[in-house]
């Protein structure tokens, strides 16, 4: 009998995404690259367009479920995983900027804005008496 050993290969990411703009836009790339199985994390970078996916996932699965969103999407960079190192004087630096200014984000952009039509004076151009 012969086992089976599964290795753990974290593989980072990097997707360029154009339409980050506004919550929805960013909660509908969310949900689609969260229904990849194997992923672990996705962070949105919404000011530099780029979604970082790390897991198990495959780059070409990924890339194809971000495209349903958004045709231009591409793959900036696939690689392993890297562990971050933490050290205790960068976290100490990091509490010490507590006070950033964040900018409003809007609720909706021009494309998750649905305008409806209701033309309700319709006359008709013939009319038989």
């Keep these: 009998m012969t086992k089976s050993v599964k290795i753990s290969n974290q593989i980072k990411t990097v997707v360029s995404v154009d339409h980050l703009l ?11 690259i969260s229904s990849i199985e194997e992923v672990n994390s996705i962070v949105l970078d919404p000011s530099k367009n780029i979604a970082t996916i790390i897991g198990e996932a495959d780059p ?14 591409r793959l900036i960079s696939v690689g392993p995983a890297k562990e971050e190192k933490k050290d205790e004087k960068k976290d100490e630096k990091k509490d010490e900027k507590k ?30 008496l």
């Excluded at 506004?22 to 689609?32: E, P, S």
């Excluded at 070409?60 to 999407?73: D, G, L, N, P, Q």
């Excluded at 964040?102 to 409806?116: A, E, F, K, L, Q």
Aim: contains cysteine; hydrophobic residues 40%; aromatic residues 8%.
């Design 99 to 128: 006070d950033v200014v964040v900018p409003s984000i809007p609720r909706t952009c021009h494309r998750c804005d649905v305008w409806y039509v209701v033309h309700q004076d319709y006359v008709s151009p013939c009319h038989i």
């Design 22 to 32: 506004c919550l929805k836009c960013r909660k509908k790339v969310m949900m689609l």
């Design 60 to 73: 070409v699965a990924i890339i194809t479920r971000v495209r349903k969103f958004t045709k231009s999407a």
